[in-house]
C-alpha cells in the first residue's frame, strides 16, 4: 500500500492550498479516507475524513474552512484548505481505514507571513 501526499508548502494567512493523496495497492472505494496533522510540539489529530458510503467529518478547528474530496476513479484524496492561519501549521498525513490505518509519509503545511 503506499499514500503519495502532496501540494505542501508555504502560505500566507488567508490563503489556501490543495493536498492530495493518491492511493495505490487498496480498492479505494472500499476505503474511508482521510487527513490528519500533527503541528510542532502538539499530538497528531485528526482533520477531515471521507466514508467509503460518503461521509464526511472534521475537527471543530477545521469546520467552514477546509473540504474533503475524493475521487474514486483516480484513487485520490483532496483537501482543499482555504483561510489558513498560522495555527494550521503542520505536518499533513494521509490515511486509508478499513481494516487496518494505512498512513502517507505527510507532507508540510507553513502558514507565515
Known amino acids: 500500500v503506499q499514500l503519495v501526499e502532496s501540494g505542501g508548502g508555504l502560505v500566507q494567512p488567508g490563503g489556501s492550498l490543495r493536498l492530495s493523496c493518491a492511493a495505490s495497492g487498496i480498492i479505494f472505494s472500499l476505503y474511508t479516507m482521510g487527513w490528519y496533522r500533527q503541528a510542532p510540539g502538539k499530538q497528531r489529530e485528526l482533520v477531515a475524513l471521507f466514508t467509503s458510503d460518503s461521509m464526511t467529518n472534521y475537527a471543530d478547528s477545521v469546520q467552514g474552512r477546509f473540504t474533503i474530496s475524493r475521487d474514486n476513479a483516480k484513487s485520490t484524496v483532496y483537501l482543499q484548505m482555504n483561510t489558513l492561519k498560522p495555527e494550521d501549521t503542520a505536518v499533513y498525513y494521509c490515511?486509508?481505514?478499513?481494516?487496518?490505518?494505512?498512513w502517507g509519509q505527510g507532507t508540510r503545511v507553513t502558514v507565515s507571513s
Open positions: 490515511i486509508a481505514r478499513r481494516f487496518s490505518v494505512y
